[in-house]
């Protein structure tokens, strides 16, 4: 993005002051529905305000942009991403996407107007991480949540999601009566830059893509493996029901299965990454008699993740009878899969062009509240930035100079934009 006004200054500033505001032992933590991530959104609508920007807090206290000729739109895009963090992890997933629409705004302001109104948006929850739900505010905001998502704890210490929305001010009754807090039909299209959480852009020397698609997935926050307990000398194998080799067989069936899959072709990522035996009970010399397990598991093709449901049960009951043990499905949390539109990945690989760079589309293995508006029937769009050491950490290493190419990329297709 040409840098004129300080776009870049404005950028590594807004960057820097949201990362020392949320500051942890590792890397940042801003957690969904806390005072952290109120604090974040806070700074944003002061800094907003003081750019000339108009504000807008919505029912689920998510923050929207615009400038002030387009606050009374009617119709408009609708760019942006999510504010809270994974705990201990990098500074520029999500926060990258609120700041492109921030940019896009000011550019706009400054000289460059755009053919169609723009707002952009900054939204709480989108990490999985604190409650095990994912995408809370799209999904609130096209009401599209469950009431089983509401019920679900937070990992610290045990409240509802419900609970920590409630307790911020947000009327969770018309989110459990699936009543969308944003009218769908008014956004034109909705468009997101983000990081890519892989290695693939650093590898091919590229600072920018477009993405094609998004992974759905779906996830079991907490699985449990009973067994019984014994002790680790007395008990021989035969007479065993032991849940952690019983899990052992369990994910080394699924492994096996995933390899085929990818064999035939077919797109399939599979992630156990929580397990445990009671921190009270288990020792060194004791058989354990329970574990509890996580499973994500992602694909582009909603059958291959009907074959891995089906597959995941029958392999449960398999293993449960060689290993004598029983296994507990908590409630599945789950996303469809989310095709960008290809009209809109078009104009952004034209947009890609026009900056000068050859144009490259990807798909995405991460999850994006672009998924969620693609999947109520909004066109959607993506832009990745490239992004060193992975996303979920604390070294996420994004440019900015490569983000205010991303940023380019965006507003040229803003500017192409013909309705």
Same mark, same amino acid.
């Given at each position: 993005?040409?840098?004129?006004?300080?776009?870049?200054?404005?950028?590594?500033?807004?960057?820097?002051?949201?990362?020392?505001?949320?500051?942890?032992?590792?890397?940042?933590?801003?957690?969904?529905?806390?005072?952290?991530?109120?604090?974040?959104?806070?700074?944003?609508?002061?800094?907003?305000?003081?750019?000339?920007?108009?504000?807008?807090?919505?029912?689920?206290?998510?923050?929207?942009?615009?400038?002030?000729?387009?606050?009374?739109?009617?119709?408009?895009?609708?760019?942006?991403?999510?504010?809270?963090?994974?705990?201990?992890?990098?500074?520029?997933?999500?926060?990258?996407?609120?700041?492109?629409?921030?940019?896009?705004?000011?550019?706009?302001?400054?000289?460059?107007?755009?053919?169609?109104?723009?707002?952009?948006?900054?939204?709480?929850?989108?990490?999985?991480?604190?409650?095990?739900?994912?995408?809370?505010?799209?999904?609130?905001?096209?009401?599209?949540?469950?009431?089983?998502?509401?019920?679900?704890?937070?990992?610290?210490?045990?409240?509802?999601?419900?609970?920590?929305?409630?307790?911020?001010?947000?009327?969770?009754?018309?989110?459990?009566?699936?009543?969308?807090?944003?009218?769908?039909?008014?956004?034109?299209?909705?468009?997101?830059?983000?990081?890519?959480?892989?290695?693939?852009?650093?590898?091919?020397?590229?600072?920018?893509?477009?993405?094609?698609?998004?992974?759905?997935?779906?996830?079991?926050?907490?699985?449990?493996?009973?067994?019984?307990?014994?002790?680790?000398?007395?008990?021989?194998?035969?007479?065993?029901?032991?849940?952690?080799?019983?899990?052992?067989?369990?994910?080394?069936?699924?492994?096996?299965?995933?390899?085929?899959?990818?064999?035939?072709?077919?797109?399939?990522?599979?992630?156990?990454?929580?397990?445990?035996?009671?921190?009270?009970?288990?020792?060194?010399?004791?058989?354990?008699?329970?574990?509890?397990?996580?499973?994500?598991?992602?694909?582009?093709?909603?059958?291959?993740? #009907? @074959?891995?449901? %089906?597959? +995941?049960?029958?392999? $449960?009951? *398999?293993?449960?009878?060689?290993?004598? /043990?029983?296994?507990?499905?908590?409630?599945?949390?789950?996303?469809?899969?989310?095709?960008?539109? #290809? @009209?809109?990945? %078009?104009? +952004?690989?034209?947009? $890609?062009? *026009?900056?000068?760079?050859?144009?490259? /589309?990807?798909?995405?293995?991460?999850?994006?509240?672009?998924?969620?508006?693609?999947?109520?029937?909004?066109?959607?769009?993506?832009?990745?930035?490239?992004?060193?050491?992975?996303?979920?950490?604390?070294?996420?290493?994004?440019?900015?100079?490569?983000?205010?190419?991303?940023?380019?990329?965006?507003?040229?297709?803003?500017?192409?934009?013909?309705?």
């Amino acid at each position: 993005m040409t840098d004129k006004g300080g776009l870049r200054d404005e950028a590594q500033h807004l960057f820097d002051v949201i990362a020392g505001m949320s500051r942890d032992t590792a890397g940042v933590s801003r957690p969904a529905f806390s005072e952290t991530e109120t604090r974040v959104l806070d700074f944003l609508r002061e800094w907003a305000q003081g750019h000339g920007l108009h504000v807008e807090k919505d029912a689920g206290h998510n923050l929207t942009f615009c400038l002030p000729r387009d606050a009374q739109a009617e119709r408009f895009v609708l760019i942006g991403s999510h504010v809270d963090s994974v705990p201990q992890g990098g500074n520029f997933d999500g926060l990258a996407g609120v700041v492109a629409g921030l940019l896009c705004l000011l550019r706009a302001r400054d000289a460059e107007p755009l053919p169609r109104p723009l707002k952009a948006i900054a939204m709480r929850g989108e990490e999985s991480a604190w409650f095990g739900p994912c995408y809370i505010a799209s999904k609130c905001l096209t009401g599209t949540m469950r009431d089983a998502e509401l019920d679900s704890l937070h990992k610290s210490d045990g409240q509802t999601l419900e609970a920590h929305m409630q307790a911020i001010g947000i009327d969770t009754a018309p989110i459990r009566a699936a009543l969308p807090m944003m009218q769908t039909e008014r956004i034109i299209e909705y468009l997101e830059v983000h990081i890519e959480q892989g290695p693939l852009l650093v590898n091919k020397k590229l600072p920018a893509a477009v993405v094609s698609g998004i992974r759905g997935n779906f996830r079991h926050r907490a699985i449990g493996c009973i067994g019984e307990a014994g002790h680790s000398g007395a008990v021989p194998r035969a007479y065993r029901r032991d849940p952690v080799l019983a899990l052992a067989d369990l994910l080394t069936r699924l492994d096996d299965s995933w390899s085929t899959i990818l064999q035939k072709g077919d797109d399939l990522v599979l992630t156990c990454g929580m397990l445990r035996t009671d921190p009270a009970h288990h020792a060194m010399s004791r058989i354990a008699d329970r574990i509890v397990f996580s499973l994500d598991v992602r694909s582009q093709s909603d059958a291959v993740l #009907d @074959r891995m449901r %089906a597959l +995941l049960r029958e392999e $449960m009951d *398999q293993v449960a009878k060689d290993r004598k /043990v029983r296994f507990e499905l908590d409630a599945e949390m789950a996303v469809a899969p989310a095709l960008m539109d #290809d @009209r809109i990945v %078009a104009g +952004l690989s034209d947009a $890609m062009g *026009q900056a000068g760079l050859e144009p490259f /589309v990807m798909a995405s293995g991460g999850g994006h509240d672009a998924a969620v508006f693609a999947n109520v029937g909004v066109p959607s769009g993506m832009v990745f930035v490239r992004n060193r050491n992975g996303s979920h950490n604390p070294d996420e290493a994004m440019d900015t100079g490569d983000f205010l190419i991303a940023c380019d990329i965006v507003f040229r297709h803003l500017q192409n934009a013909v309705d």
